[in-house]
């Protein structure tokens, strides 16, 4: 899911800015707009911008929102007019580090919060849980946090952030985003010479509940001989997400080059092939005959590639396993990729797959009708949120900043999906739940509002 792209103040703070994708986005006006005719929009409130999360407390049937800077507010939405936030949590309940990009609940009530702790080279992850007791006062401890992990200080620092608990309260799932855009050497100014990932960065961790103060290593063997390396080769799937048949989901933004960003059922021990893969495609630069000026996919004004990170590179390492491919997207939005001659060309309309969405699109905010309460064509579907393309691209019509619905369709061992946008002209929209059999988007870009949709039946 690429990170959250440069604002004119780059809040280091935010482990967000370097989680989503490392580009600017335009500024427009925003009014979201409903495709459908059985969908009803209402802004609910404002939260002043620069809001991450969004989840419903199980026990207590309430929405509560994260911001970056470990603020979490509960809210009370009314029907009409008079929706109401009240601040619940600062950074001084919970404790950790106050940049935080990571927010769940458990089955039993347990809140779960990412963060991040940042020193000039390396930062350290923080996971905070919060148990509720019979009074309903939480009680903050340490879950797990790593050693220092060494910071690339690029836009493609992408830390931990995006969490997911298992339906039976067991376990948490936690990605860690790369620290490179595909897998070039990030030295930091030689602090790091020749590092490019590392066995804590572009993966996904899981970590049982009942654990305290846990500390992973920087070390792949032991991370895969505990069982703490649940799976590889992500390069920021922000928004791991269990699906109504228990399987785990998440989108996965691309570089910064255009490549398409995915849509993966993540499992046990598999690889998702970054940063050999992007996409489905091969990284061009792992080959020693890679010549970036006759590269079709890169785009002159993104970061990348004008800081000089797309280049020859001899050394780059070998694979040394087998890749899961991303989920098809059989359109017929959504869709939208550069072929080799650098045309832009559309899958669908060519009765051709996609591996899985339109380059750019920041790919977030995964929710599944997990209790199938929606109606019409929607019941136990999913829907993604789009943040959206950046400034410097120039190539496709699909720009994002929408809401797609996902059918997904088991077959044999992977997944296909149809997406289809239902909604646009969101203003970054970053997260979204459902609660109450509605659908509520929280928007990033100020002034941050939270969209309630209405399914009519």
């Known amino acids: 899911m ?3 792209y440069r604002f004119v103040t780059f809040f280091v703070t935010l482990a967000l800015v370097i989680v989503i994708h490392s580009k600017s986005t335009a500024q427009q006006s925003f009014t979201p707009i409903a495709l459908r005719n059985d969908i009803q929009l ?39 007019e008079g929706s109401t936030k009240t601040l619940v949590y600062t950074f001084q309940d919970i404790g950790g580090a106050q940049e935080t990009s ?47 992990i060494p910071r690339s200080n690029t836009a493609f620092d992408h830390v931990f952030n995006g969490i997911a608990v298992s339906p039976d309260g067991n376990y948490v799932y936690v990605n860690s985003g790369s620290r490179t855009d595909h897998g070039e050497v990030q030295s930091s100014q030689g602090v790091f010479p020749d590092v490019r990932e590392v066995p804590l960065t572009s993966a996904i961790f899981r970590i049982p509940t009942n654990v305290t103060d846990l500390v992973l290593p920087n070390d792949e063997a032991e991370l895969k001989a505990n069982g703490y390396l649940f799976a590889d080769g992500v390069r920021n799937s922000f928004d791991p997400t269990f699906a109504p048949n228990g399987d785990l989901i998440a989108g996965d933004n691309g570089p910064d080059a255009d490549y398409t960003e995915e849509l993966n059922w993540l499992r046990e021990g598999q690889h998702y092939g970054f940063p050999w893969k992007l996409g489905s495609l091969d990284n061009p630069q792992q080959f020693p005959d890679y010549d970036p000026a006759q590269d079709p996919r890169l785009q002159p004004d993104f970061y990348a590639v004008q800081n000089g990170f797309y280049y020859n590179d001899p050394n780059f390492p070998p694979p040394s396993t087998t890749f899961t491919e991303p989920i098809a997207n059989l359109g017929p939005d959504a869709d939208q990729f550069v072929a080799q001659d650098g045309s832009l060309q559309d899958a669908s309309d060519s009765n051709q797959p996609l591996y899985t969405f339109t380059p750019h699109r920041s790919p977030l905010g995964l ?34 900043q929408d809401l797609l619905h996902l059918k997904l369709n088991k077959v044999g061992d992977t997944y296909q999906v149809n997406a289809t946008q239902i909604v646009r002209s969101f203003n970054r929209p970053i997260d979204s739940v459902i609660f109450n059999h509605k659908l509520y988007v929280l928007e990033w870009g100020e002034p941050g509002s939270i969209w309630e949709l209405t399914f009519v039946e």
């Open 367 to 400: 929710t599944f009708d997990t209790e199938g309460v929606l109606p019409n064509d929607f019941k136990g579907d999913a829907f993604i949120l789009s943040y959206g393309a950046a400034d410097g691209n120039k190539k496709f019509s699909d720009g994002g």
């Open 42 to 80: 209402r802004r609910v409130i404002d939260t002043g911008g620069y809001a991450v999360r969004i989840a419903k407390d199980p026990l207590s049937s309430q929405l509560y929102y994260l911001d970056a800077q470990a603020n979490i507010y509960r809210l009370d939405i009314q029907p009409t």
């Open 102 to 148: 990571g927010m769940a609940f458990a089955p039993d009530g347990t809140l779960y919060v990412v963060s991040n702790l940042y020193t000039d080279n390396t930062f350290v992850p923080i996971v905070r849980k919060g148990v509720l007791d019979a009074s309903g006062v939480r009680t903050w401890s340490t879950l797990f946090s790593t050693v220092p």
């Open 2 to 4: 690429k990170s959250i």
